[in-house]
């Protein structure tokens, strides 16, 4: 669970920009009220290529004996409301150790893969087989949501369903609509679309890792030129706790609003104003 957790943080700390000038956001994490890491992530998209390069800090309680250092890389082709990664990188070091995943796709397949170091098959693990490696994307790609098109709502772009592969394990996550929000950072309004998550492991973790992954809400907002959405702040609930991921500015989503025409005052009764704070509560929202 706490490896599941460590990928999410990882995966999270991202935003996408609107042309070939990168946009970065960082991001803070807390189990409750207390920090446990912090990330940042500079994208860029050019026509219909995206690229993204993330690193983060984890600490405790997160981790054990050591802080430990976070990164993925992935690069890959907008392709209508779908994001193809063509290649994904991550790994995660702590003191003098080090794991490393390289994932290459193609047509949403895996076409190689490498992890360093190998570790021999583990029977306490459920076993990856070849079908798991098929129609799947990278766990950043899975978490940048293209906006819902032209005569679409704009809650559609919460439906959706990801079969991730992170090089060592394959679980869905699945987006439900929720709302639309209005939410106050930092002084600046900003129009989100909130998604309740749902995460269900696949294979490749414990076998005594029973029943359903971490559910909770994602926060989604625009940015760039509108066309891709990223989370302005997530609400998880995990083993240790609930897990806060939120975006420490405002500036990299004001752009996108304004470019919009969003932000700002509640129309028509959809928006409602809020002011992010780790006591949110899911469990109404389920």
Not at 169 to 190: I, K, N, Q, W
Not at 262 to 273: C, E, I, P, T
């Amino acid at each position: 669970m706490r490896v599941w957790a460590a990928l999410l943080l990882t995966s999270l700390f991202a935003a996408a920009p609107a042309a070939a000038e990168p946009v970065s956001v960082s991001y803070r994490a807390m189990a409750g009220v207390r920090p446990i890491g912090e990330g940042a992530l500079t994208l860029t998209l050019e026509g219909n290529r995206y690229a993204a390069s993330v690193e983060g800090l984890l600490t405790a309680p997160l981790t054990t004996l050591a802080d430990k250092r976070a990164f993925a890389e992935v690069a890959g082709t907008l392709v209508r409301r779908a994001l193809l990664p063509d290649r994904y990188a991550a790994g995660v070091a702590r003191s003098r150790t080090a794991v490393r995943v390289a994932v290459t796709f193609a047509d949403g397949a895996v076409g190689s893969l490498s992890i360093e170091p190998r570790a021999p098959p583990d029977p306490k693990r459920i076993p990856l087989a070849e079908r798991h490696r098929r129609g799947v994307v990278d766990p950043v790609s899975a978490l940048i949501v293209p906006a819902a098109g032209p005569g679409y709502a704009p809650l559609s772009a919460c439906s959706r369903m990801q079969a991730v592969f992170d090089g060592w394990t394959r679980y869905d996550v699945a987006l439900f609509p929720s709302r639309v929000e209005t939410v106050v950072l930092h002084g600046t309004p900003l129009t989100t679309f909130v998604c309740r998550l749902r995460s269900q492991p696949v294979a490749g973790h414990l076998r005594a890792a029973k029943g359903s992954g971490p559910r909770g809400l994602v926060w989604l907002s625009a940015v760039g030129d509108g066309r891709l959405m990223v989370p302005l702040r997530i609400e998880a609930d995990f083993g240790f706790g609930r897990l806060v991921i939120e975006a420490k500015d405002a500036r990299p989503f004001g752009a996108a609003q304004h470019e919009a025409g969003l932000g700002g005052d509640s129309r028509d009764g959809v928006h409602s104003a809020s002011t992010f704070s780790a006591s949110h509560t899911l469990i109404s929202d389920w």
